[in-house]
């Protein structure tokens, strides 16, 4: 698959999550709504918006790094676009219990630095 077929798909499955998530607010009342209308919701905007990242991470790096190789800098816009869009998950998850302070954002952000560290670090061993 070429990058460009990748990006397509990508693009596609993003639009697909994306509407689906604008389809859960428009027809779901949170006040009514149950634990399963809850994960749906937090499912179709996180895959959306990891597909963004991804998307964006993607085609910077196609641009800015030619030499690297394709799936290389795909893998690493996928894991980046998905650890991003779960700190983002995660903080509007806090921010609705009430429980999100600068605090904890700046500790899920080191924790999300630290995992990118360590999975860098063991790409470059292998």
Known sequence: ???RQYVVMLALGTAISISAWCIVMISIDPSTAGVFAFFV???TLGAGIAGLFTIGGTMIRARKYAEEEVHAAVARSFRQG???SLLFL???FLLSRNLFSLGTMVLLIVLVGLIEFLMMSVRRET
Do not use: A, D, G, W
């Open 1 to 3: 698959m070429s990058l």
């Open 41 to 43: 919701f937090y499912l």
């Open 82 to 84: 998905v650890m991003l």
């Open 90 to 92: 995660t903080c509007l």
